[in-house]
């Protein structure tokens, strides 16, 4: 997927806008200004949808590989407390634990947002869809 920076997706917008501009200036003809901003906003909110997306989920894979060798780790102590239960190892132990338990809860709301940024990636998709199939029409 392409990324663009904040600067190439309002150079994105300003070039649909003015292009409307001028072909309402000459002709007429362009549907709206509404509508070309509307469209120029709907394409540049769709690509910082999908690459904040992109983001999220590589966040939620590292989350996930983190969350797995927490639990690696604890058993792995519990192990070592069972054999020689040491005051030093206990503290680190729970310290470890509380670690998991946080990672646990990010993943959780990771997930949370993750499932929100779907949905107003395919209500924008939806709206994409509807905006195209009816200026088809006209």
């Not at 959780?108 to 200026?135: G, P, W, Y």
């Amino acid at each position: 997927m392409e990324q663009l920076s904040d600067s190439d997706h309002r150079d994105s917008a300003d070039a649909t806008t003015s292009s409307c501009q001028s072909t309402t200036a000459e002709d007429g003809q362009c549907g709206g200004g509404g509508e070309a901003m509307a469209r120029g906003l709907s394409a540049m909110l769709e690509s910082v949808i999908k690459d904040f997306d992109s983001k999220a989920l590589d966040t939620l894979n590292s989350q996930d590989q983190l969350s797995g060798s927490l639990d690696r780790l604890v058993q792995e102590l519990d192990q070592l407390l069972e054999n020689a239960p040491l005051p030093f190892i206990v503290q680190h132990a729970s310290r470890i634990s509380s670690v998991k338990q946080r990672v646990s809860s990010l993943n959780l709301v990771l997930k949370s947002v993750q499932r929100r940024i779907d949905n107003i990636d395919h209500m924008l998709f939806a709206n994409t869809t509807q905006e195209k199939a009816s200026s088809e029409t006209t």
